[in-house]
């Protein structure tokens, strides 16, 4: 009888530390409520707006997610979105007209300049990661303002525009994006040899340097990538409002590191998916959507989103714990 309860006790431990199965549990009984609680929930209009509103927060959960994998952590990506979309929208605009590609490598650029001296401060020179990309995100902020003098980017192409509010078929093209960079962030982590060595380096780097590994090259990547990722989706969100606003990317960092803690990527490194984080970033999503359906006071959802990122962090706590209990 012992044994079967211990053995029942171990099932329930690692369904618990599972990366993926919290957050998809969570996302099941937001929706069954919702469908009971509101009319529209269900309506093909509020899925295809909630996938919309989940893609842009999606793309830079995914750059979270691969710092996260190397022990990191990046408060600098909302600023970072929001430089993207600054310049970007200067390409954009219809005096400049620049095909696609230039601004897509303009959001490309921005990406490797700032998350290279990201990687190069905390990985090569040591700089703590939380100060470090603090630091970055207030210099990213009045470089920001320096170039704009406080003022919106408007005037944008209609094919940079598309980006934003365009479909295929029924599907937003953000979707389509967001797809897309998911799958690559699934490749990189999945596929390849510098995904292998970011896991080994945020799991132990210790034991990654004594295998050979370059961990400071490692980490530097992972910066890298995230500020890329950031980038686009600030792209991508200018082309969504149709013009470069001051306000994109606010908040961003943390909605992000919220849907990968939730999504079961430790803060500690070593561990996280690309799917577990595509669900965690649904929670807050569908979180929000249904605040609004449910006609709650705009105060209380940023009170009630500031506690998800508590219980977020509390999560990511207890999870750990348990995985160390088995």
């Known amino acids: 009888m012992d044994k079967g309860k211990n053995d029942i006790s171990t099932k329930i431990k690692k369904f618990l530390a599972n990366d993926k199965t919290g957050a998809i549990l969570i996302v099941a009984i937001m929706c069954i409520f919702l469908v009971i609680a509101t009319d529209n929930f269900a309506t093909t209009r509020n899925i295809i707006t909630l996938l919309r509103q989940s893609s842009f927060c999606l793309i830079v959960a995914m750059g979270v997610l691969c710092v996260f994998m190397g022990g990191g952590i990046d408060l600098s990506t909302g600023s970072t979105m929001c430089l ?42 040591k700089l703590p990661a939380l100060i470090e990309t603090l630091g970055m995100s207030t210099l990213l902020g009045g470089v920001t303002l320096l170039i704009t003098s406080g003022y919106s980017v408007n005037n944008l192409s209609d094919k940079f525009n598309a980006m934003g509010i365009g479909k295929v078929g029924q599907i937003p093209v953000p979707v389509i994006i967001a797809v897309a960079m998911c799958v690559i962030m699934w490749f990189i982590l999945k596929k390849t040899k510098y995904g292998r060595h970011l ?27 995230c500020s890329i990722f950031a980038s686009v989706s600030g792209m991508i969100i ?52 249904g605040l609004d359906l449910m006609a709650v006071n705009a105060y209380w959802q940023d009170a009630v989103q500031g506690i998800v990122i508590i219980l977020a962090v509390m999560l990511d706590v207890a999870r750990h714990k348990i995985k160390n209990s088995i």
Do not use: H
């Open 84 to 125: 993207s979309a600054i310049l970007c929208a200067k390409c954009a605009q219809e005096t400049v007209d620049a095909p696609l590609i230039v601004i897509w490598l303009v959001a490309i650029a921005v990406g490797v300049v700032i998350g290279g001296i990201n990687g190069f401060l905390i990985g090569y020179m």
């Open 199 to 225: 896991c080994a380096t945020g799991g132990n780097e210790q034991a990654a340097i004594v295998s050979g590994i370059n961990t400071k090259r490692v980490k530097m990547m992972s910066y890298i990538l």
């Open 238 to 289: 200018c082309a969504r409002f149709q013009s470069g606003q001051l306000s994109i990317g606010a908040g961003y960092e943390l909605d992000a590191i919220s849907a990968a803690v939730i999504g079961g990527a430790s803060m500690t490194g070593g561990a996280g998916s690309v799917i577990g984080v595509g669900f965690g970033t649904f929670v807050l999503t569908i979180l929000n959507n």
